[in-house]
């Protein structure tokens, strides 16, 4: 079974930068992996961030960006916001159609 | 603008069946396909699978192969999932996601989600 892993939990001060991660089981994630990223506020559904390794989309603020770090995926939020407290969710692409979500980061902005 | 508007909350008794529909608008229907999502309480995302609403080609998780079936309807822009064999810990809010037009790796817009409650 594959598992991606992401922190179970992050704190970021205000203005701050912090920078999330997002590891596969079956060893280095790749641009093949096509990494996206979802934001998930309490009570709401998930929001796309980031997706195929650092494309954003229209309403993704710029103070996030996507890139691969070492062997995992990475998402960076530079100059944290109140608002930014939220879970993230990271997604890679296995191939044959599969995808598998990480365990998701809770982020604190404190 | 792109709306995905999902079905009410049900409650199911272990072993039944539950569909839950999400019906699109804003886009072109049948250019983009469409996964499905699932969050039980307190836990994190688990993908179920995808259907491309222009042929009904579907792809399930593994972990689902059997018990899911995903269907869709052009003439309503609505696409389904049906879940069989619910017990306990299919409990959860079910969500459909767009996917991309030609990828299978893409998402973005998602609906507002279905809680779907198994007890006895």
């Known amino acids: 079974q594959t598992a991606v892993t992401q922190e179970p939990s992050l704190t970021v001060s205000p203005g701050g930068t912090v920078t999330l991660t997002c590891a596969s089981s079956?060893?280095?994630?790749?641009?093949?992996?096509?990494p996206s990223w979802f934001q998930q506020k309490p009570g709401q559904a998930p929001r796309a961030l980031i997706y195929?390794?650092?494309n954003k989309h229209s309403w993704t603020p710029a103070r996030f960006s996507g890139s691969l770090l070492g062997d995992k995926a990475a998402l960076t939020l530079s100059g944290a916001q109140p608002e930014d407290e939220a879970e993230y969710h990271c997604?890679?692409?296995?191939?044959?159609?599969?995808?598998?979500f990480g365990g998701g980061t809770k982020l604190t902005v404190l | 603008q792109v709306q995905l508007v999902q079905s009410g909350a049900e409650v199911k008794k272990p072993g039944a069946s539950v569909k839950v529909s999400c019906k699109a608008s804003g886009y072109t229907f049948a250019s983009y396909s469409m996964h499905w999502v699932r969050q039980a309480p307190g836990q994190g995302l688990e993908w179920m699978g995808i259907?491309?609403?222009?042929?009904?080609?579907?792809t399930y998780a593994q972990k689902f192969q059997g018990r899911v079936s995903m269907t869709r309807d052009t003439s309503t822009a609505t696409v389904y999932m049906e879940l069989s064999s619910l017990t306990s810990e299919d409990t959860a809010v079910y969500y459909c996601t767009r996917g991309g037009t030609l990828t299978s790796w893409y998402l973005d817009f998602w609906g507002r989600g279905t809680l779907v409650t198994v007890s006895s």
């Open positions: 195929s390794t650092g």
């Open positions: 259907i491309n609403p222009s042929g009904g080609s579907t």
């Open positions: 997604l890679l692409y296995y191939g044959g159609g599969q995808l598998v």
């Open positions: 079956t060893g280095a994630v790749t641009s093949g992996y096509y």
